[in-house]
Nanobody, 114 residues
Framework: VQLQASGGGLVQPGGSLRLSCAAP????????MGWYRQAPGKQRELVAG???????NYADSVKGRFTISRDNAKKTVYLQMNSLKPEDTAVYYC?????????WGQGTQVTVSS
């Protein structure tokens, strides 16, 4: 099962991007949806997560700048990223936690550079 993530790209410091990730209709009973990122030479880290009911949590490094949201009818999770910094540069992966297992997206590159 392949999750389709999109929205990455090259942006200048201070800019914004919006990532989205849609789960296929074959995935049912989605619980938590989230975003992770992995920078070169570093471990994959949690960026933000959101429960079915809308409760959210964020990495300290992105609090106040990133906003995670979801559309349960569309089985889609979003990550609005504002005030981007060079240290936000990474490959961003979406994760869906469903009743039958965990599903990862293929990753989308975000590069913050002037």
């Amino acid at each position: 099962v392949q999750l389709q993530a999109s929205g990455g790209g090259l942006v200048q410091p201070g800019g914004s991007l919006r990532l989205s990730c849609a789960a296929p209709s074959s995935i049912f009973s989605i619980n938590v949806m989230g975003w992770y990122r992995q920078a070169p030479g570093k471990q994959r880290e949690l960026v933000a997560g959101i429960t079915y009911g809308g409760s959210t949590n964020y990495a300290d490094s992105v609090k106040g700048r990133f906003t995670i949201s979801r559309d349960n009818a569309k089985k889609t999770v979003y990550l609005q990223m504002n005030s981007l910094k060079p240290e936000d540069t990474a490959v961003y992966y979406c994760l869906i936690v469903a009743s039958d297992g965990n599903y990862w997206g293929q990753g989308t590159q975000v590069t913050v550079s002037s």
